[in-house]
């Protein structure tokens, strides 16, 4: 089939990378696509934010599917627009997308079916005084949360009360997160291990991907500011069968039948993100579209037809033997752009790709641009990493990883030096 994929990132080049290699595919385009994409398939130069332009293109080139990388699309409903044009795509509709574009009603679900989250109390901008005077009061530490999409950075974990309350005002008073932040939520801070699970479902049946765990903060030891992800390893030795289970039984089955009974089944990939507490899994967040750099870390761990999984988890029923999960274990490390998450420069040249020959070793383009034959670094996020070892430890796989990244260079580039250590430890 001919299959669109939209998104220009990281993920969308693991995405695109692995719907390549399905022998469903005979053309894949990708909108707007980056230098990396261009090896996978042809890119196209779209707005994805304009749904109408998207459809002519489909209807043009006779598009038979359309897979959504990122969430703010799908946030959006541009699987419920696709549909009414018949025109199949993977992720969930407009309503089901709420569970990451609306962390208030994600709140609030996961309350009602007694899927296991942090305690909550939720603010709307008109209550501003009232959740200073909360947050002022509350145990420490405390997280803070911007209710709407944020780009991965609406999260603020906060250590003391003048923390808490400059939290607050940057949320709702100063706008920091636009619109997102005109609603907060305000948890209790969860303690112990984090992972990353994605369910590919059709509503009511899934199929598992490998675990895995991203690394937020920008620099080594978990120090410094939340950024989107500064790299990734799967699966995460953490997640043993008895606890997968736990997952699975506890937040993944009855998020899925939450969803269905309320009326806006969820297809798609569904991410957990789950805290591995002493008192069992727990909900941090859902997002509604895979992880970023999750992403880059699972999908070579995965064979078979890929794009089969994707298309029948829209339509009709997922065909769960498409895919199989090889042994080993892959780990992704980002290289970033000095200054990020906040200010950062860009346009600098990216030497050393071309050294980089290893078997087993992947780059995701994720903010790069190209001209004259040149690629610079165009985002925060410029490059992801990835070693995949069959039969290999973490450690060996963590040697390979950084052997490679200390290949590339740009001016200002930077990663953490840690990614993995504490499933090696």
């Given at each position: 089939m001919?299959?669109l994929?939209i998104g220009?990132?990281?993920?969308e080049h693991?995405?695109?990378?692995?719907?390549?290699e399905?022998?469903?595919l005979s053309?894949?385009?990708?909108?707007?696509?980056?230098?990396?994409t261009?090896?996978?398939?042809?890119?196209?130069n779209?707005?994805?934010?304009?749904?109408?332009?998207?459809?002519?293109?489909?209807e043009?080139?006779q598009?038979?599917?359309?897979?959504?990388?990122?969430e703010?699309?799908?946030?959006?409903?541009?699987?419920?627009y696709?549909g009414?044009?018949?025109i199949?795509?993977?992720?969930?509709?407009k309503l089901?997308?709420r569970l990451e574009?609306d962390k208030?009603?994600?709140k609030?679900l996961?309350?009602?079916?007694?899927?296991p989250?942090a305690?909550?109390?939720?603010f709307?901008?008109t209550?501003i005084?009232v959740?200073?005077?909360?947050?002022?009061?509350c145990?420490?530490?405390?997280?803070?949360?911007?209710?709407?999409l944020a780009?991965?950075?609406?999260?603020?974990i906060?250590?003391?009360?003048?923390?808490?309350?400059?939290?607050i005002?940057?949320?709702?008073?100063?706008k920091?997160f636009?619109?997102s932040?005109?609603k907060?939520?305000?948890?209790e801070?969860m303690?112990?291990?984090?992972?990353?699970?994605?369910?590919?479902?059709d509503?009511?049946?899934?199929f598992?991907?490998?675990?895995?765990?991203?690394?937020?903060?920008?620099?080594d030891?978990d120090?410094?500011?939340?950024?989107?992800?500064m790299?990734?390893?799967s699966?995460?030795?953490?997640?043993?069968?008895?606890?997968?289970a736990?997952?699975?039984?506890?937040?993944?089955k009855?998020?899925?039948?939450?969803?269905k009974q309320?009326?806006?089944?969820?297809?798609?990939?569904?991410?957990?993100?789950?805290?591995?507490?002493?008192d069992?899994?727990?909900?941090?967040e859902?997002?509604?579209?895979?992880?970023?750099?999750e992403?880059?870390a699972?999908?070579?761990?995965?064979?078979?037809?890929?794009?089969?999984?994707?298309f029948?988890?829209?339509v009709?029923e997922i065909d769960k033997?498409s895919?199989?999960?090889?042994q080993?274990?892959c780990?992704?490390?980002?290289?970033?752009s000095?200054g990020?998450p906040?200010a950062?420069?860009?346009?600098?040249?990216i030497s050393g790709?071309d050294?980089?020959?290893?078997?087993g070793?992947?780059v995701?383009?994720a903010?790069?641009t190209e001209k004259?034959?040149?690629l610079?670094?165009?985002?925060?996020?410029?490059?992801?990493?990835?070693a995949i070892k069959e039969?290999?430890?973490?450690?060996?796989t963590?040697a390979?990883v950084y052997?490679?990244i200390q290949?590339?260079?740009?001016?200002?580039?930077?990663y953490?030096k840690?990614?993995?250590?504490k499933?090696i430890e």
């Amino acid at each position: 089939m001919k299959v669109l994929l939209i998104g220009s990132g990281g993920r969308e080049h693991a995405l695109a990378y692995k719907i390549a290699e399905s022998k469903s595919l005979s053309k894949l385009f990708i909108a707007p696509g980056n230098p990396g994409t261009a090896s996978c398939g042809e890119n196209v130069n779209l707005d994805i934010s304009d749904f109408e332009a998207i459809v002519r293109f489909c209807e043009k080139e006779q598009i038979e599917f359309v897979c959504v990388g990122p969430e703010q699309p799908l946030v959006d409903g541009i699987v419920d627009y696709l549909g009414e044009k018949g025109i199949p795509a993977f992720g969930p509709g407009k309503l089901a997308a709420r569970l990451e574009g609306d962390k208030a009603f994600s709140k609030n679900l996961m309350k009602k079916y007694g899927i296991p989250t942090a305690g909550y109390e939720i603010f709307n901008s008109t209550e501003i005084e009232v959740a200073r005077n909360y947050v002022s009061k509350c145990d420490l530490p405390v997280v803070v949360k911007a209710s709407g999409l944020a780009a991965g950075k609406g999260v603020l974990i906060c250590t003391t009360r003048e923390e808490a309350l400059q939290a607050i005002d940057a949320c709702m008073m100063n706008k920091r997160f636009g619109d997102s932040g005109e609603k907060v939520v305000v948890e209790e801070f969860m303690r112990g291990q984090e992972a990353s699970i994605f369910a590919i479902t059709d509503g009511e049946n899934y199929f598992l991907l490998p675990s895995s765990q991203d690394h937020k903060r920008i620099f080594d030891n978990d120090l410094g500011p939340n950024t989107g992800g500064m790299g990734a390893y799967s699966p995460a030795p953490i997640v043993t069968n008895e606890v997968m289970a736990e997952i699975e039984n506890n937040i993944i089955k009855p998020t899925i039948a939450a969803m269905k009974q309320e009326g806006h089944p969820y297809k798609g990939c569904l991410y957990c993100g789950i805290m591995l507490t002493d008192d069992g899994p727990k909900v941090v967040e859902f997002n509604c579209r895979f992880g970023d750099p999750e992403t880059q870390a699972v999908l070579p761990l995965l064979e078979g037809d890929f794009l089969r999984l994707l298309f029948t988890s829209a339509v009709p029923e997922i065909d769960k033997t498409s895919v199989e999960i090889k042994q080993g274990n892959c780990i992704t490390v980002i290289a970033a752009s000095e200054g990020y998450p906040d200010a950062y420069k860009k346009g600098f040249e990216i030497s050393g790709l071309d050294l980089i020959s290893e078997k087993g070793i992947m780059v995701f383009h994720a903010g790069t641009t190209e001209k004259d034959g040149k690629l610079y670094n165009s985002g925060g996020r410029v490059l992801g990493v990835s070693a995949i070892k069959e039969n290999a430890t973490l450690a060996e796989t963590k040697a390979a990883v950084y052997h490679s990244i200390q290949k590339i260079s740009f001016k200002g580039m930077y990663y953490r030096k840690d990614i993995a250590d504490k499933a090696i430890e």
